[in-house]
Each structure stands twice: as structure tokens, then as C-alpha cells.
């Protein structure tokens, strides 16, 4: 966490210099954010300017819902992230493994509502490095939410999440 916060930290010092009084952190990955949410809290106070953050796939939810057939919200290598890989960067999809490209359902940690928290690695967790179910994976679900996605930080950085 002090590397990440160093950067967000002298990228945040650096936009206020730039003359922006207010600063949306978009994330794209699920293992920040509970980072993140501390980082956010400390880089206000820290530099005195409101700064926020969201994640696309927060912002997206519904769209992402809505997209998905075996999983409510996306997991690690799943249809969701498959999909979006698919239609942004189909040279990078490995056809011949999509058939194994399944595992265990997880949950985010910042998402979580267990009662205790414990750090597990991931290969402990998954021995194929998929959570959730590429297999049904399309590259029209992924355009549909990564447009989504774009479409939701959008309309926040329209409304503002300074504005209640």
C-alpha cells in the first residue's frame, strides 16, 4: 500500500497544481479497493481537496448485471472480464483454454458481508487462476459493458459525487 499511495499521492498533487479542485481515482481492479477507500480518506485530509473514487465495475453494476448469465458482478478471468477482453483485445484470448476457464464463485473483500476478513492467496483459492465461468464468454458482452461502464463514470463525473 505505500507504493500505491506515494503515486496516487504525487499524481493527486500534481492534478491540484494542474488547477482541478476535485479528483475522481477511477479503479479497475477489485484488489484495490479496500485500498483505496483508506487511501481516499487519508489523500483528503492529506491534500486538503475532495477527492473521490469509483470503480468501473461499481459504476457499471447494473449493466453488468444485466450482461452476465452464470454470475451477478465480475470475479477474475469469469465471463465478464473474458468478455470485455474479447471485444477490446480478442489477440489475447486463448480459444483453445476457454473450455477449462472456469472456477470457484468469489466475492470482493470490499463487497463481502462475512462477518471476519482473512487473507487467502489466490492459487489457494483457484488452481486454474479463473474465478467464476469464462466458458460463456461473448465479445458483444463485452462491448456491452465496457460501454456501460463508460456510460455510468460519465454520468458521475457529470453529477459529481460531491453533489448529494
Known sequence: ???LHALL?????SVIRAGFSRILIVNGHGGNM?????????LTAELATPIAFASYFGAGRDVVRETLETQDGLMHACEGETS???AAHP????DEHLAEAHGPRITLPAESTDPVYMAVSFD?????????????????????????????????LVRGPWVK
Open 9 to 13: 499521492r504525487d499524481i493527486c498533487r
Open 124 to 156: 489457494r483459492i483457484t488452481e486454474s487462476g479463473v474465478a467464476g465461468d469464462a466458458r460463456v464468454a461473448t465479445p458483444e458482452k463485452g462491448e456491452r459493458m465496457l460501454s456501460g461502464c463508460a456510460t455510468a463514470l460519465a454520468d458521475i
Open 34 to 42: 479496500t485500498a483505496l477507500h483508506a487511501l481516499t480518506t487519508e
Open 84 to 86: 470485455m477482453m474479447m
Open 1 to 3: 500500500m505505500p507504493t
Open 91 to 94: 489477440e489475447l484470448i486463448r
